[in-house]
């Protein structure tokens, strides 16, 4: 009963995770709390209750130590950015977001054990993209740069708001996969549609090259030409979409492309002045890298080297920005969760098709799991090094996501006995059928 109750919660949790302007109520002033900071707060509760109660313990990960290290980074960087001039206050308001997420880590590895509570965790999220698109449609957008009117609803700003979309779009196929129940596909068909309608909405230059990454990292893992038929249907979609499309969504994409010559660039002004905020990142980074200039400390800084840069916005690239406002000493440890989460998936993978001769049903949906979310990971990855995701739940779902699969792969692979020496693993495997879902190539 009380396992339900905790499931109930893993689904609510991550069906308002990407609802990020869905404000509820404000504890103080500029300290704003959406549905999700109150049901994943409600969520932890409950699994300190468990804990109390059942007993069990946070399953030991690779990423533990690098947490640790980073957080140890923001706050040293904390403190620094106080000394010189920032508003206390507002870095407080800034740790109730660090600690959520820290928290929401080791919240999601610990309440998810099995592949049932993950399945459910990756269709809430596809809740929460649904209903974000929903209120795109529903809601005024935010026109610009001689764009039609750019919406995303409750989801968030237009970029992260595709980014998120992406991030969702590709559990569609492993909630999908080995599934008998037509309606059940149908239904998934119809949700893939209405997640790339609020992709497109969006109009995200960055989202769009995120895309492109996406089906390149499917391209790689998937490589037999039977299994590229979603990057086949994707690429007709994305070309339909662009012929019906309004004049100002190809202007939009053409940008991409003027970057590099400047007798034909769309948005001159516009790039230029992100491409200074890079470089006066680097610069902020070179003046102190190793504990950065402080959290949140950007705007600040910007402004005292530069009146012209008074309330600049924030840097827009997550390792940028970390590598600025903490120095190395964050920047080191958030790449290493960043390519321990992509490593973890390609591990996953490799560890599954190693043990390919067992023909397990559980392993298969686990290895297409890995698969999908590497895929998704890519894509919000791609669309945060030009915004400043560092902190977007999405890709601290990713985190924890990663170590869960890892965990699951650990269980399956004892429940099922596997020993001996690995030289008789491998000729058991050498001697497996071909033709299989694990015969895929890494």
Known sequence: MFRSVLRVGIFLCGATLLLDQLQTFEVIDALPVGPNKVLTALLLGLALLNRLLVGGKIPS?????????????????????VVNGMNGVEVLIRWTTFISMFLFYFLLIYVINSRRDLDLFLASLLVSGLIATASAFLLEGEGGYYNPVRRSGIGAGQNQAAGNLLMVLPFVFALWYRKRSLVLKAVLFGCANVLVAGFALALSRSAFLAALAMGAMWSFRMRRLRDLRIVFAALALALVAYLVAPEGYAERLKSLVSIFDSKKRVYSDEIEYRAGIYKAGLIAFAENPVIGIGTDGFVLWAGRRDARMIGTHDIHNLLLKVAAEQGLLGLVPYMVLLALTFLDFSRVQAVVRYYRYHQDEELEQIYVRALTAQVGFIGILTVAMFQPGTFWRGIWAFFAIST?????????????GVGGSQNENRTAASESPTGTFFDMNP
């Open 61 to 81: 990960n690779r990423k533990t130590p690098w947490l640790i290290l980073f957080y140890f980074s923001l706050a040293v960087s904390s403190a620094y950015a």
């Open 404 to 416: 869960i699969l890892v965990q699951l792969t650990r269980k399956r692979l004892v429940e099922l």
